[in-house]
């Protein structure tokens, strides 16, 4: 008995310290309703936007034109860091999901399942894949890529969320640094 308690803990403990690498979990990109991986305790050790990470995000438009598809690139950069994380997704002011998160083949992201959150929410979850946590270098992340496409009709403004993670690559929860970032793009004008 003794043996299979061990057996089950050991295995708790390597799907616990790999999880990140299998994308963030859903309902975590600091949205209205969600967590972050801090909040969740997927990574600790210091606050909420407290680091000094340079998050680029590049693509968004200011306004946003119905049916097109844009192109959204995010990357940081943070001293010390060696691996990297990120959750992504778009609503609108209900908090309902606007548009269409589009993962793309060889840009090492994914949609995140959600048969877990669908009861929740409606909004769809974009993470990093197993390839893409670790940078170029120490101290820069990946560059993800991935694309937007706008609703049918623009009659609302879409919110982008974003949770990063810049961590030490200890294989702990601690000395990681975990930001939102939120970006609002407004409907074209008739």
Known sequence: MRHVIIFVLSLFLVVSLSAKKKGAPPMTSGAPGDRTC??????????????????????????????????????????????????????????EALGTLISLKHQYTQILDDSRTKSRTSRRYISHTEKSVTGPQK????????????????????????????????????????????????????
């Open 38 to 95: 801090l909040t969740s305790k997927c990574h600790a050790g210091n606050d909420l936007n407290s680091g000094k990470a340079e998050i680029s995000i590049q693509g968004l438009p200011k306004v946003y034109k119905p049916n097109e598809i844009y192109d959204i690139t995010l990357s940081l950069q943070q001293d010390g860091a060696k691996t990297w994380g990120f959750v992504a997704t778009a609503a609108d002011s209900a908090g």
């Open 139 to 190: 101290g820069e992340s990946p560059r993800w890529t991935f694309q937007w496409k706008a609703p049918e009709s623009a009659t609302e403004a879409s919110t982008f969320f974003f949770a990063v993670n810049a961590a030490n690559g200890n294989k702990k929860k601690t000395g990681d640094y975990i930001y939102t970032r939120s970006v609002t793009v407004e409907p074209e004008k008739k």
